[in-house]
Every structure is written in C-alpha cells, then in structure tokens.
C-alpha cells in the first residue's frame, strides 16, 4: 500500500533570522587582534631601525670613496676640515665652491645625517652631521687619520698607515651635541637634557687626568658620580667646515659618556664614537669597508683601530 514519503520537519521549517555578535565574540576578537599587533609591531620596528642602519653605513662607505678620490688626486688626505674638503666628492660641489661661513650654521643634507638621528633632533639641530673623523687613541697621539694642531692643507697619505687600511678607522659616528640652541634655552634645560642622555655631552669630572691615567679616565666618564655638570665645549658646535670639531677619539669605547680631562688642550676634548643605533656604531675604515662595532669590543682593539701606525695587530674579536 502505498504511502506519502514524510519530510523532516528540519527541512519545513523556516529559517531563522540571523543571530547577532555578542560582546564576548567581540572582546575575544579584539583581543586577537591586539596580540597580532603586538607580535608584528616589534619587528616592523626592528625591521625599520635596521633599513635606517644600513642606510648610515651606505652615508659611511659614500665618504670611504670620496677620501680614495681625493688621496688619487692629491695624493694624501685633507689636513684640516676633513668633511668639508670632501664635498666635492660626495656631490656637494655647491656647497664647497660657496666657502666656509658662519651662516651655515645648522646646514645640513642627507649624505652627512644618519636617519636614526633625524629621529632623535630636529632639523635645526646644532649638530647637522653625523660623521666625525677618526683622531687618535691617547693624549696628544695624533696618530689617527685627522691630525690635530695646526691646520694644514697636507693631511696623511695611505703609505703612512702602517697599521693596514683594512686595520684603521677613518670615520664614525657621534650623535648630535645637546650643548646649542635646540635644548639648553637656560642651564638647567642643558643640564637636564645631558642627565636623560649623557652620551650625547662632554662632562665636567672630579678629577684630572694625565697621559698616563686613560683607563681612570674612561672609568671617571662611565661613572655618574665622577660627572658633574656638562662642559662648555663650544668646539662641539657641528658645523661641517669647523676644524675643531673635526675628529672623534679612540680613547673611549663607543657610546661612552665624553670628559673634559682638565687640561686647556684641545685632545682635552675627545668625544667617543657614537650613534642611537642599539648596541654599537658603525665604523668606516680606511679600505673603505663598514663594521658595525659593539659597545663592548675589548678596550684595546678599539685602541688599536684608533692608530695609523701603532703596530697594533687587530684581530677578529
């Protein structure tokens, strides 16, 4: 007999309207979503500090070839106002045909500014350039590639770097100096922004050191103690044709706080190698090759790259 098929009743009912999203399901998204952020945005960050570094020492290897071009020309290097007498060979002819002036003061061009440093300091900053010449491992050396003292139009030639190229620093990095008029409108403004970067300023110490008193020295600068208040070090005002604020010293590790020794020299002065780039800076040597050095390279390699003619041996560490 035959009989009528039944159809399930799930296939005659209607359908039900949609549900909506609950608050729960909204949170938990949220929630998704922030921990997604916060796992990509470190190494977005980390990613774009690193462009910015490779950036820098593409800056460094651009001066390592305009020195080779000048030495093939000259046949030695610039004696005095290194960077400046550069300029034609990092395609700043303008700027070197209009001569050295006063209101330059705060000039400043991408070849000479690291990015990271157009992070930290505005435009009008003091310090327009981010590249000092290397000048020497001690006190009145000057066994580096700047030659401190009288300005001469004779600087060193290759055959005088005894060390090696490949062993001798030519340029490197040093962050801006908080002394001028960006930050210290009163005493207290500049000493406030040297205390929140001291890397940044040459320091006042408690004491006096000799020439055979470097390792107290870097000692004193480490120690926040021995640092009393920022020097007036006006040779620190960056201007890129100055011939004092030519060079950069050895004798500190990088990213040490800078002193003044105490004496009314100007080797008094050295400020170290620096960069706001994490955990080192980037070295340019004479062969023309970039390292990136750490903060804590063994004291005396560091001293070693500092000298054109120290016999120093520089080993990979």
Not at 185 to 212: H, M
Request: glycine share 10%.
């Amino acid at each position: 007999m035959w009989r009528p098929r039944r159809i399930p009743r799930a296939a005659c009912s209607t359908h039900r309207a949609s549900r909506g999203v609950t608050v729960i399901e909204i949170l938990v998204a949220a929630g998704i979503l922030g921990l997604l952020l916060a796992l990509v945005l470190p190494a977005v960050q980390q990613s774009r500090m690193a462009a910015m570094r490779m950036e820098c020492s593409n800056h460094l290897r651009q001066i390592g070839l305009a020195g080779q071009q000048y030495h093939d020309t000259y046949g030695f290097l610039p004696g005095y106002q290194m960077l400046y007498r550069l300029f034609p060979y990092l395609g700043l002819r303008d700027w070197f045909d209009a001569g050295a002036s006063d209101r330059d003061f705060g000039k400043w061009h991408p070849i000479l500014l690291c990015p990271v440093d157009r992070l930290h300091d505005p435009v009008e900053s003091s310090g327009p350039y981010s590249y000092l010449v290397a000048g020497g491992s001690c006190l009145h050396c000057g066994e580096g590639i700047f030659q401190s003292g009288p300005a001469m139009d004779r600087g060193v030639s290759w055959n005088e770097v005894t060390d090696g190229l490949s062993s001798t620093a030519f340029f490197s990095e040093r962050r801006a100096s908080l002394h001028f008029p960006v930050f210290p409108t009163t005493d207290e403004a500049g000493i406030a922004a040297c205390q929140a970067d001291p890397v940044r300023c040459v320091w006042n110490l408690k004491s006096v050191f000799g020439p055979e008193q470097d390792a107290d020295y870097i000692a004193a600068c480490r120690d926040p103690q021995q640092r009393f208040d920022p020097h007036p070090a006006r040779h620190d005002r960056r201007v890129y044709w100055r011939t004092a604020s030519s060079g950069y010293g050895h004798l500190l590790p990088p990213n040490t706080p800078s002193g003044y020794r105490g004496y009314p020299f100007e080797t008094s002065y050295w400020r170290a190698a620096s960069s706001h780039h994490a955990g080192g800076v980037n070295l340019l040597l004479c062969d023309g090759a970039v390292r990136f050095v750490s903060d804590t390279i063994h004291v005396p390699v560091w001293w070693a790259l500092g000298t054109r003619s120290g016999n120093d041996v520089v080993g990979d560490d």
